[in-house]
């Protein structure tokens, strides 16, 4: 860790999809769910659409939807979700402590498409939507009235709307098509249909973008009070539409969005919000969403849809994963296709020493921090005995501290978050990650 570039890798789940491999033995769901516990389950359904792909998106997603190919990737959704409700079984209560809609878009969906939608989630997989918190993401040009009041009328508790810059000449830098104006249309409808929370996604470190147009950004998305902001650092990935550019990746680079980084963070905490990780700041006084003692680190995942992952406490499974467009269309293509859903295909296990460096870097890259006591009590271990040498190296950096029962990132831990995470990914994870063939 002599010396480490700050923005490596957004380690939003471990292990990453390229390090996921078919499984030659296929397991069956209803084999793997057996002996998990399905009392506070998250449900997640992946929409694969959008009506334009952003030059920094590296998401499983892909442009329109010709052919009612919509249709029939629901008709594959409500098989699956039959297929996986089935595996489940009833010999133990499943429930569903939170739901989410991401992708893509879902509301790239019709109004009557998102209504099915639901109805697959509640009357399929029988999550209770008015009763758990339901998250939904959206674009500007998809949050349209009807729509809005399909999703508030079904449960939705939180919109997430990607807006990235309140600058229309940095949005068309960062291959985002838009105008601030209809933004701003946009946030005008969600906030008029009554959602409860409202986050806006903003990103930094964008060709052109200084502290000035940052700050205009910053103040734009104040102005609708929203519960939660997400600050993002741009980045260039391979097989993107900035990825076909030349790209800045030096040092300067970094400073500029270290830079960039401080100054959002410090605005948002002296307008009142808390920062929750990396990325994260809700206000102060907005709504909780989900139970106190719900946990990514530990409860197992329901993922419907060909860019959904599921989690086991022993195995993480999905489809195959692509970021060029030819690739991904044709993984949907075969996913509407598919018939049997009742097995895992592609995956990786996720137990012994991967289930603690997962419950650590899931844990510490919250602001909040990793209790030991509770780490002891899963694992019947210390941190210290098992990441011993890389605790005491984010410690050395001044990252780590250790107080209260509690290991938690300090405020330049948190600022290196990009960085952090990935030192914590397995020799195995690192070699399976190296291996893979971008496609």
Same mark, same amino acid.
């Given at each position: 860790?002599?010396?480490?570039?700050?923005?490596?890798?957004?380690?939003?789940?471990?292990?990453?999809?390229?390090?996921?491999?078919?499984?030659?033995?296929?397991?069956?769901?209803?084999?793997?769910?057996?002996?998990?516990?399905?009392?506070?389950?998250?449900? =997640?359904?992946?929409?694969?659409?959008?009506?334009?792909?952003?030059?920094?998106?590296?998401?499983?997603?892909?442009?329109?939807?010709?052919?009612?190919?919509?249709?029939?990737?629901?008709?594959?959704?409500?098989?699956?979700?039959?297929?996986?409700?089935?595996?489940?079984?009833?010999?133990?209560?499943?429930?569903?402590?939170?739901?989410?809609?991401?992708?893509?878009?879902?509301?790239?969906?019709?109004?009557?498409?998102?209504?099915?939608?639901?109805?697959?989630?509640?009357?399929?997989?029988?999550?209770?939507?008015?009763?758990?918190?339901?998250?939904?993401?959206?674009?500007?040009?998809?949050?349209?009235?009807?729509?809005?009041?399909?999703?508030?009328?079904?449960?939705?508790?939180?919109?997430?709307?990607?807006?990235?810059?309140?600058?229309?000449?940095?949005?068309?830098?960062?291959?985002?098509?838009?105008?601030?104006?209809?933004?701003?249309?946009?946030?005008?409808?969600?906030?008029?249909?009554?959602?409860?929370?409202?986050?806006?996604?903003?990103?930094?470190?964008?060709?052109?973008?200084?502290?000035?147009?940052?700050?205009?950004?910053?103040?734009?998305?104040?102005?609708?009070?929203?519960?939660?902001? =997400?600050? =993002?650092?741009?980045?260039?990935?391979?097989?993107?539409?900035?990825?076909?550019?030349?790209?800045?990746?030096?040092?300067?680079?970094?400073?500029?969005?270290?830079?960039?980084?401080?100054?959002?963070?410090?605005?948002?905490?002296?307008?009142?919000?808390?920062?929750?990780?990396?990325?994260?700041? !809700?206000?102060?006084?907005?709504?909780?969403?989900?139970?106190?003692?719900?946990?990514?680190?530990?409860?197992?995942?329901?993922?419907?849809?060909?860019?959904?992952?599921? =989690?086991?406490?022993?195995?993480?499974?999905?489809?195959?994963?692509?970021?060029?467009?030819?690739?991904?269309?044709?993984?949907?293509?075969?996913?509407?296709?598919?018939?049997?859903?009742?097995?895992?295909?592609?995956?990786?296990?996720?137990?012994?020493?991967?289930?603690?460096?997962?419950?650590?870097?899931?844990?510490?890259?919250?602001?909040?921090?990793?209790?030991?006591?509770?780490?002891?009590?899963?694992?019947? !271990?210390?941190?210290?005995?098992?990441?011993?040498?890389?605790?005491?190296?984010?410690?050395?950096?001044?990252?780590?501290?250790?107080?209260?029962?509690?290991?938690?990132?300090?405020?330049?831990?948190?600022?290196?978050?990009?960085?952090?995470?990935?030192?914590?990914?397995?020799?195995?994870?690192?070699?399976?990650?190296?291996?893979?063939?971008?496609?």
């Amino acid at each position: 860790m002599s010396s480490i570039r700050p923005y490596q890798s957004y380690v939003y789940a471990y292990p990453h999809k390229t390090a996921y491999r078919p499984l030659g033995d296929r397991p069956s769901l209803r084999e793997l769910w057996a002996g998990e516990s399905k009392d506070a389950l998250s449900l =997640y359904l992946h929409i694969p659409f959008c009506e334009v792909r952003c030059g920094f998106c590296n998401l499983f997603t892909r442009i329109g939807a010709p052919d009612e190919l919509t249709t029939r990737y629901l008709d594959a959704l409500e098989r699956q979700a039959v297929a996986v409700r089935d595996a489940l079984g009833d010999a133990a209560p499943v429930r569903f402590a939170t739901a989410a809609f991401g992708g893509g878009t879902p509301t790239f969906l019709t109004a009557a498409e998102l209504e099915r939608l639901c109805d697959i989630a509640e009357k399929r997989m029988g999550a209770d939507l008015s009763a758990v918190p339901l998250s939904v993401e959206t674009s500007p040009a998809t949050a349209t009235a009807d729509r809005l009041g399909v999703l508030v009328r079904r449960g939705a508790t939180r919109l997430s709307i990607g807006v990235q810059s309140f600058i229309d000449d940095e949005a068309r830098a960062a291959v985002r098509p838009q105008r601030r104006s209809d933004v701003e249309a946009a946030l005008g409808r969600i906030r008029d249909a009554g959602v409860p929370v409202l986050n806006i996604d903003l990103i930094y470190g964008i060709d052109g973008q200084t502290a000035a147009t940052w700050r205009r950004s910053l103040d734009a998305a104040l102005a609708w009070r929203p519960e939660e902001l =997400y600050l =993002y650092p741009l980045y260039v990935r391979p097989l993107t539409g900035l990825g076909r550019l030349a790209a800045d990746s030096d040092a300067a680079w970094d400073g500029r969005r270290l830079t960039l980084y401080r100054q959002g963070r410090d605005h948002l905490l002296a307008h009142g919000y808390e920062q929750l990780s990396m990325r994260m700041f !809700r206000r102060a006084d907005a709504p909780p969403q989900g139970a106190d003692d719900y946990a990514c680190q530990t409860d197992g995942m329901i993922g419907l849809g060909c860019g959904a992952r599921s =989690y086991t406490s022993r195995l993480h499974y999905s489809f195959d994963y692509a970021v060029d467009m030819r690739q991904i269309r044709t993984i949907i293509d075969d996913y509407t296709e598919a018939e049997d859903f009742t097995r895992a295909e592609v995956g990786r296990r996720v137990d012994g020493e991967e289930a603690r460096r997962r419950h650590l870097l899931q844990s510490l890259l919250q602001a909040g921090g990793m209790c030991t006591a509770e780490y002891e009590a899963r694992f019947g !271990r210390r941190p210290a005995d098992d990441f011993a040498a890389e605790l005491a190296a984010f410690a050395g950096r001044g990252w780590l501290e250790e107080a209260d029962g509690l290991l938690r990132l300090t405020s330049e831990g948190l600022a290196h978050s990009d960085a952090l995470g990935p030192e914590l990914f397995s020799p195995a994870v690192r070699a399976a990650m190296a291996a893979y063939e971008l496609k």
